[in-house]
């Protein structure tokens, strides 16, 4: 495979730019750490394929956003008919330790964990909506990633919003 010159450069600086973002993408799709690794590592894939198609006309993060969420729409897809088992575990790797002592991360991880497991339930345009807001993307932005209206935007994120809280209410009750 022939790759265009500039698409290295490309790509190394989506990645240290936007990292993160692929990284939530997959943690919200994936339900254990090595499923969230398989899909990051697609999703990667993905971006290079199609970074030769990138128009410097749009912002990166959304030309990012909307290739790693259509990659793990499909990944998940793929994922249901395989119906891999569930495991929750806690990626305490993820934990920003700075400062921070070792119960008070561990709580923290444990309460990620559950954010991460309460949008994993969400349905996929909910979850796409959540994610995005959690990231800080305008209403304009999160429109021109998902196709949708910036009115029809604000009206998803307060419903997804309200569900979100529902669940992690539900959550939280379970654990007493």
């Given at each position: 495979?022939?790759?265009?010159?500039?698409?290295?450069?490309?790509?190394?600086?989506?990645?240290?730019?936007?990292?993160?973002?692929?990284?939530?993408?997959?943690?919200?799709?994936?339900?254990?750490?090595?499923?969230?690794?398989?899909?990051?590592?697609?999703?990667?894939?993905?971006?290079?394929?199609?970074?030769?198609?990138?128009?410097?006309?749009?912002?990166?993060?959304?030309?990012?956003?909307?290739i790693s969420f259509n990659t793990?729409?499909?990944?998940?897809?793929?994922?249901?008919?395989?119906?891999?088992?569930?495991?929750?575990?806690?990626?305490?790797?993820?934990?920003?330790?700075?400062?921070?002592?070792?119960?008070?991360?561990?709580?923290?991880?444990?309460?990620?964990?559950?954010?991460?497991?309460?949008?994993?339930?969400?349905?996929?345009?909910?979850?796409?909506?959540?994610?995005?807001?959690?990231?800080?993307?305008?209403?304009?932005?999160?429109?021109?990633?998902?196709?949708?209206?910036?009115?029809?935007?604000?009206?998803?994120?307060?419903?997804?919003?309200?569900?979100?809280?529902?669940?992690?209410?539900?959550?939280?009750?379970?654990?007493?």
């Open positions: 495979m022939h790759s265009h010159p500039d698409v290295e450069p490309l790509f190394k600086s989506w990645i240290e730019e936007h990292g993160g973002i692929i990284q939530r993408i997959a943690r919200s799709f994936a339900k254990n750490a090595a499923d969230a690794e398989d899909l990051r590592q697609e999703m990667l894939l993905q971006l290079w394929v199609t970074a030769p198609k990138f128009s410097q006309q749009s912002k990166a993060s959304t030309w990012i956003y909307r793990a729409l499909m990944w998940h897809r793929g994922a249901s008919r395989r119906n891999r088992r569930i495991d929750s575990e806690c990626d305490l790797s993820q934990i920003q330790s700075g400062g921070m002592d070792p119960a008070e991360g561990v709580a923290q991880g444990e309460r990620l964990a559950q954010l991460y497991d309460s949008i994993r339930t969400m349905s996929k345009s909910d979850r796409t909506l959540v994610l995005m807001m959690l990231d800080d993307l305008s209403y304009r932005e999160i429109a021109e990633v998902t196709g949708l209206t910036e009115n029809q935007v604000g009206v998803g994120l307060t419903r997804a919003r309200k569900r979100l809280m529902e669940i992690m209410k539900g959550v939280t009750n379970e654990l007493g």
